[in-house]
């Protein structure tokens, strides 16, 4: 069913969502005390200053920077997107947990994020391969589905 490396990548997809909720948490606790769009912009430049250390430190092997900006031109703008996605998702989060609370927040980024994501599989969008939807992934939303609404009840 599934390869050891197929398995590896589903344990670091589970850790970056389970980082997403610890960060979302981080987030909300900043926007707190310094306000949501100081923590948001504050969280996005450390950000990138960490992915500039990784850039230049740990880069292992792949291009070098000249060649890295020669690529530049070639990706589809709306690839670029990414960076101000990005400080919409710490933003959303950041306001949401502090109403919601971290299991019911990530409950809805969860089911949402999943439905997204299986659209971009079905129609193929943003260059992806077309991978069909079918009943057996209609079986596991609905699965999901099930058990948000007893997680969410009181």
Do not use: C
């Not at 920077?65 to 989060?93: F, H, T």
């Not at 079905?122 to 997680?151: D, T």
Request: no cysteine; net charge positive; hydrophobic share 60%.
């Amino acid at each position: 069913m599934f390869s050891g490396g197929k398995i590896l990548f589903l344990l670091i997809a589970g850790l970056a969502g389970a980082l997403m909720a610890v960060q979302g948490t981080f987030n909300a606790q900043a926007g707190k005390i310094v306000g949501l769009i100081p923590a948001t912009f504050i969280v996005n430049l450390l950000g990138s200053v960490a992915a500039g250390l990784l850039l230049f430190f740990i880069n292992p092997g792949v291009a070098g920077l000249d060649e890295i900006m020669q690529k530049i031109p070639s990706v589809p703008l709306y690839a670029w997107l990414g960076g101000p996605i990005g400080v919409a998702i710490i933003y959303g989060v950041a306001v949401s947990i502090p109403r919601l609370g971290v299991g019911v927040a990530t409950t809805g980024i969860i089911t949402l994020q999943l439905l997204a994501a299986y659209a971009i599989d079905h129609f193929g969008l943003f260059g992806r391969e077309h991978l069909p939807f079918n009943w057996v992934k209609l079986m596991g939303i609905l699965l999901l589905a099930a058990g948000s609404y007893l997680l969410l009840k009181r």
